[in-house]
T-cell receptor, first 113, second 108 residues
Framework: DSGVTQTPKHLITATGQRVTLRCSPR?????VYWYQQSLDQGLQFLIQ???????AKGNILERFSAQQFPDLHSELNLSSLELGDSALYFC????????????FGPGTRLLVL | KNEVEQSPQNLTAQEGEFITINCSYS?????LHWLQQHPGGGIVSLFM???GKKKHGRLIATINIQEKHSSLHITASHPRDSAVYIC??????????FGTGTSLTVIP
C-alpha cells in the first residue's frame, strides 16, 4: 500500500459525459502527478501540482483539467468524453516534487461507451 | 525531440538468471525513474536516478549521463519478478516521458 488513494476504482460512462477522478496523496506529500495509461499510447504524463500550484504540464487535452486543493487532494476533471479517453488514470505523489521517488495510487479504470 | 527507447520489449528468463533491461534517451534529463507494473496494474517506483548507481536487494540500476543510457539489472531472478518494467525520464523542461515497457516473465 503506497498510501496514495484514488477514487473511484472503476468508472463506466458514455461519450459526451463529464467525470471527476479524485486523488489523496500520502500524508506529508506536497506534490501530485496525474498520468494516463492507454493500450495504444502507453503511459503519458498529464500534469503535476505542487502545494496547490501547477508545476508542469504534459499531454493534457483541453477537455481535461485538474486542480489541487488546500488540503492537498487533487481532482482530475474529464469532459466531453470520447471513446479514446478509456484508460487507466494514475495519480502519484511525492514530498517536494523534484528529483525524488513518486508513490503511485492504484489507479482509476475509466471506460467510455 | 524528447524520446525514450527501451529494450527488449519482451524477455523470458529461467529462474536464477541475471537480467538486464536497457533505456536510452535523446536529450538532457534531470532524473530517470524505473517503475514496475504488476499484472494487476499497480505501479511501484523502484529507483530514481540522476547519476551513478543504486542497489536495492537484487535490483541494481545504473545511469550513464554522457551516453544517455540507463540499465536495470535483476540478479538471481525469481518468478515473482515477472512484471512490466518501465523507464520514465524527466527532461529538463519538467516533462515526463515513458518507455514502452519491458514485459518480463521468469519461469520456475
Amino acid at each position: 500500500d503506497s498510501g496514495v488513494t484514488q477514487t473511484p476504482k472503476h468508472l463506466i460512462t458514455a461519450t459526451g459525459q463529464r467525470v471527476t477522478l479524485r486523488c489523496s496523496p500520502r500524508s506529508g506529500d506536497l506534490s501530485v502527478y496525474w498520468y494516463q495509461q492507454s493500450l495504444d499510447q502507453g503511459l503519458q504524463f498529464l500534469i503535476q501540482y505542487y502545494n496547490g500550484e501547477e508545476r508542469a504540464k504534459g499531454n493534457i487535452l483541453e477537455r481535461f483539467s485538474a486542480q489541487q486543493f488546500p488540503d492537498l487532494h487533487s481532482e482530475l476533471n474529464l469532459s466531453s468524453l470520447e471513446l479514446g479517453d478509456s484508460a487507466l488514470y494514475f495519480c502519484a505523489s511525492s514530498v517536494r516534487g523534484s528529483l525524488e521517488t513518486q508513490y503511485f495510487g492504484p489507479g482509476t479504470r475509466l471506460l467510455v461507451l | 525531440k524528447n524520446e525514450v527507447e527501451q529494450s527488449p520489449q519482451n524477455l523470458t528468463a529461467q529462474e536464477g538468471e541475471f537480467i538486464t533491461i536497457n533505456c536510452s534517451y535523446s536529450v538532457g534529463i534531470s532524473a530517470l525513474h524505473w517503475l514496475q507494473q504488476h499484472p494487476g496494474g499497480g505501479i511501484v517506483s523502484l529507483f530514481m536516478l540522476s547519476s551513478g548507481k543504486k542497489k536495492h536487494g537484487r535490483l541494481i540500476a545504473t545511469i550513464n549521463i554522457q551516453e544517455k543510457h540507463s540499465s536495470l539489472h535483476i540478479t538471481a531472478s525469481h518468478p515473482r519478478d515477472s512484471a512490466v518494467y518501465i523507464c520514465a525520464v524527466r527532461f529538463t523542461g519538467n516533462q515526463f516521458y515513458f518507455g514502452t515497457g519491458t514485459s518480463l516473465t521468469v519461469i520456475p
